[in-house]
């Protein structure tokens, strides 16, 4: 005699960021239909051959709530079931727009527009965070930097990495205990972490060990052109000066390429030279006792 077929009153519960309760675990979908289907199989008592899930126009979207058939093949025979499908809001989405945070990321720099790029690089990276349950619940502006307050501690760790990789920096993460958990005796912890950028950006002009360095990479160590040498330098970010850029003309392209000098308005040779150049033509220099073009 064959094994009756048996279900529990089927109701598939989902949330708007695309993840479905499986197992007492939220897990992230790409399309409805299969894991309405994973569900189904998931609670049937016997090994099922074909399901069809008949769902039609469906807005995912909080307090939706929908009866649904699913067509199920057991050997030779057909059933419909009936499903009920439920949008909620999982625990992760849940702490969307609270007070709640794990975490706080500060981002420190004296420069402005280090700051406002590095920020603009969170803000843009937090779509990608939102998409893994991760949300930012609060930003304020303090003195030199930004505090981003995020729901979750792990993420902003990878995070404070990556912005140390495209901006440079330094890196501190400090944890602080804020709660004591009683069910598993755990002691809960908040994390900051914080990052102070140098205060230059890629394309910026230092002098470092007495060489004149055009930033090309930034991250644990900087790395760029040598102006004096033209080759690639590698070093570590610690006594620097960073030199002004100033807007001149050039004044002479033969035998040797001048320009006017920004401070004195003499016509003066440069250190480097540089190609496909015309007379008067607007170009781009830094000054440390000798001038070079940029």
């Known amino acids: 005699m064959a094994k009756e077929l ?3 009153d089927l109701v598939f519960k989902i949330c708007d960021c695309n993840r479905y309760l499986y197992k007492n675990k939220w897990v992230k979908f790409e399309e409805l239909d299969d894991a309405i289907e994973d569900f189904v199989r998931d609670n049937a008592n016997q090994k099922l051959g074909a399901v069809k899930v008949h769902l039609g126009d469906f807005d995912i979207k909080p307090g939706i709530k929908k009866d649904i ?3 199920v093949k057991l ?3 057909i059933f419909d079931l009936p499903c009920r499908v439920e949008v909620i809001t999982c625990p992760k989405c849940s702490k969307q727009g609270t007070q709640y945070f794990e975490g706080i990321l500060q981002l420190r720099s004296s420069n402005e527009e280090v700051l406002s790029k590095a920020h603009a690089y969170v803000m843009d990276d937090s779509i990608n965070a939102k998409a893994k ?8 502006d303090v003195k030199n930097g930004v505090d981003v307050y995020y729901s979750s501690q792990k993420y902003i760790q990878n995070l404070g990495s990556r912005l140390v990789k495209q901006f440079g920096g330094i890196l501190k993460v400090t944890p602080t205990l804020f709660s004591h958990n009683k069910q598993t005796s755990k002691d809960l912890y ?15 002009v230092i002098k470092v060990d007495k ?31 960073i030199l002004k850029k100033y807007k001149t003309t050039v004044s002479r392209l033969a035998p040797d390429l001048e320009v006017l000098h920004p401070e004195t308005y003499q016509s003066v040779e440069v ?5 496909n150049l015309k007379l008067d033509q607007e170009v781009e220099v830094v000054v ?3 001038v070079f073009i940029l």
Request: no cysteine; hydrophobic share 35%.
């Open 6 to 8: 048996v279900f529990k």
């Open 211 to 241: 060489k004149i360095i055009k930033l090309t990479g930034l991250g644990k160590k900087a790395s760029g052109i040598d102006l004096k040498t033209n080759k690639q330098e590698v070093f570590e970010l610690k006594d620097y000066e």
């Open 133 to 140: 349950g991760v949300f930012i619940n609060n930003v304020e």
């Open 75 to 77: 050997k030779k025979d």
């Open 69 to 71: 058939k699913i067509e």
């Open 190 to 204: 908040r994390v900051t972490v914080a990052v102070h950028f140098p205060d230059f950006i890629i394309g910026d």
């Open 288 to 290: 440390d006792k000798d």
């Open 271 to 275: 250190w480097n030279s540089k190609k």
